[in-house]
């Protein structure tokens, strides 16, 4: 196993991680107005990635490596350009479309850890605090991926 990729695969997890973040506090206030149950599991999303990215830190940092501790994804990058694009323009329901994006960028993430762990690059360590990872993001992609059902509690 090659350190070097283990440091490479663990930099690009964190600039997924970056994404996320930066994904989440574009977010508006009002859309907890709608969703209100949801805004407690959403805090507890920022406050799981941010740990999230001191561990890949910590770990590429044990491995010598230098992480990319703010560097986001050119993927993630076009993603909310676009989402503000589309934000800019009147839609009738623009709540539910931001909601839309946070699951689009959950399972994108959950690719990206899926591809990783599959990749037999990440050394057993790693491997380990990736799994856990997933399993977060798994749990917060369900949490968010029937929208409608936390709408309708609020009718």
């Known amino acids: 196993m090659e350190n070097s990729k283990t440091i490479d695969v663990l930099n690009d997890l964190l600039h997924i991680t970056n994404d996320r973040i ?24 920022i406050s799981q990635s941010k740990i999230m990215k001191n561990e890949i830190i910590n770990l590429i940092t044990e491995r010598g490596g230098n992480a990319d501790e703010n560097t986001t994804s050119l993927a993630g990058n076009l993603h909310r350009t676009w989402i503000d694009i589309k934000n800019s323009l009147p839609v009738t ?28 690059d990440l050394c057993s360590e790693s491997s380990e605090v990736i ?25």
Not at 25 to 40: A, M, N, Q
Not at 98 to 118: M, Q, R, S, W
């Open 22 to 45: 930066k994904g989440f506090e574009r977010v508006e206030g009002k859309v907890w107005e709608s969703y209100s149950d949801l805004k407690g599991e959403y805090d507890k999303m």
């Open 93 to 120: 329901n623009n709540d539910q479309e931001t909601l839309e994006n946070v699951i689009f960028g959950e399972k994108h993430a959950i690719e990206a850890y899926d591809n990783a762990l599959k990749s037999g």
């Open 131 to 155: 799994a856990n990872q997933l399993k977060q993001l798994r749990v917060s992609y369900n949490q968010f991926s029937n929208i409608e059902r936390y709408k309708s509690k609020e009718d």
